[in-house]
């Protein structure tokens, strides 16, 4: 069968990648992908944005596409699923409404908070003089987060008042975010190690995938500002068999289960960020209503099911009836950025080393790039992840990195720790 992919990152690449392993897959298209997807021998790019939901459902419609996939939030948010359905074709993912847990992070806080799903406690904002007052009794650090999506830079762990109130006069007075800052979340500050919790839902039932932990500061030590992610690993050895068992029973299911009390059946990959704290309590810190990015990349090289099996599995509401085999080696992903990201960096710079990886134990997914002549460039702020498998991960780690360094441009930044806390 055709299938299309929808977004332009490195997970993109990566479910892609996957999806063509498939012994469904006839053609695999790509809107708009990357200079990696471009190259893979079974994918092809399409010049359609991601956003462009008219013009997806037209191709959609005229090269008998079986499957859709999304990728990235903001169409999701846009409602790209419930369109997809209203005209008879298969999508995956969760509708407009569903996506709201991590489009509105006050919807999400108020659906947590409803359906007694442990989160840190909370309280939302929309007037400035309402949150200083509030903020007046709190302690500190304390975390604002802006509303709306904000590509993973909407949040602000402020360390004491003058700094709170400083962020909130940003968000709601200054307009720092735009419309995602018209409302903010002001929520307590949790101490803790951080997991990501991604499972494929079919609207009753949820099948987990590998765990794995992402670093999201943008220097060595989790220093530095907030991104969308530098690198993950894959699994995470925090999330035990018992840390399982408990993120399914209290956060994913009740979650599905109080989507199906709002209406809604929440079909597709949902994702909780998840703070595991020194006392064995799990709060969720977000919802995401996708595949994490960085952690697709690593992920999908540990994936050994037929991934095209399993979004069907889930579009029939039959994932029960399923399971998920991983290979039990790490796989661990370095994020090579553009030097500045997350603010101003620089763009269309040639990139060397791209033929390094063999597919298998190693692999170079592109996230910002772009074909010029026979060149690749940098297209974007993450450039690309280099992901590898190893027996631990120490060694998962060592193979990364040798990956990372035959790999060139002249403004590449990366850290040199991902992993590093697990070994
Ligand atoms: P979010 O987009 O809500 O996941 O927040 C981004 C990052 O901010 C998280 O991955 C955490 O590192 C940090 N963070 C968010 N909420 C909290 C919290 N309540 N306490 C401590 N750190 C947080
Ligand atoms: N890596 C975090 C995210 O995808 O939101």
Not at 214 to 230: C, I, L, V, Y
Not at 274 to 289: A, D, Q, S, V
Request: charged share 25%.
């Amino acid at each position: 069968m055709n299938i299309l992919v929808v977004g332009n990152g490195g997970r993109e690449h990566a479910l892609a990648w996957k999806i063509a392993q498939s012994e469904h897959a006839t053609e695999v298209f790509v809107a708009p992908g990357n200079a990696g997807t471009e190259r893979e021998p079974k994918l092809k790019n399409i010049n359609i944005q991601a956003t462009d939901i008219d013009n997806l459902i037209q191709f959609a419609k005229e090269n008998d596409i079986e499957l859709t996939v999304i990728g990235p939030e903001v169409p999701l948010s846009l409602g790209i699923v419930d369109r997809f359905e209203q005209e008879g074709l298969n999508c995956f993912g969760p509708t407009q409404k569903c996506a709201q847990l991590e489009s509105s992070k006050t919807f999400s806080k108020d659906f947590m908070a409803k359906y007694h799903i442990p989160t840190a406690n909370y309280q939302n904002f929309t007037d400035p003089q309402q949150a200083k007052a509030y903020l007046e009794t709190q302690s500190f650090p304390i975390v604002i987060k802006a509303s709306g999506l904000a590509a993973g830079k909407g949040v602000i762990i402020a360390q004491d008042l003058q700094e709170a109130n400083d962020t909130v006069e940003d968000m709601l007075s200054g307009n720092k975010f735009g419309d995602a800052g018209a409302e903010i979340v002001i929520e307590e500050f949790l101490d803790g190690e951080e997991a990501s919790f991604i499972v494929m839902c079919d609207g009753t039932h949820a099948l987990a995938m590998a765990s794995s932990q992402d670093h999201k500061a943008r220097d060595n030590g989790d220093k530095g500002p907030n991104t969308g992610g530098m690198g993950a690993y894959s699994p995470a050895p925090i999330v035990t068999d018992k840390v399982h068992q408990k993120v399914m029973d209290e956060i994913i299911y009740p979650v599905i289960e109080g989507m199906k009390k709002e209406g809604e059946s929440y079909k597709g990959f949902l994702y909780a960020g998840l703070m595991i704290m020194p006392n064995g309590e799990i709060k969720t810190l977000e919802f995401n209503c996708r595949f994490g990015d960085p952690e697709t990349q690593p992920i999908m090289m540990r994936l050994e099911s037929d991934l095209v099996e399993l979004v069907f599995a889930a579009l029939n509401e039959e994932l029960d009836e399923y399971e998920a085999s991983w290979s039990k080696k790490t796989a661990l992903g370095v994020v090579m950025a553009a030097k500045g990201y997350p603010f101003d960096y620089p763009t269309g710079e040639a990139i060397s080393g791209l033929t390094s990886d063999d597919g298998k134990c190693n692999k170079i997914f592109h996230a910002g790039t772009t074909s010029h002549k026979d060149q690749v460039l940098t297209h974007g702020g993450r450039v690309l992840c280099a992901v590898a498998l190893g027996d631990t991960v120490a060694d998962a780690y060592d193979h990364a990195y040798q990956l990372v360094d035959k790999i060139h441009w002249d403004n590449e930044y990366h850290r040199t720790d991902i992993g590093k806390k697990a070994f």
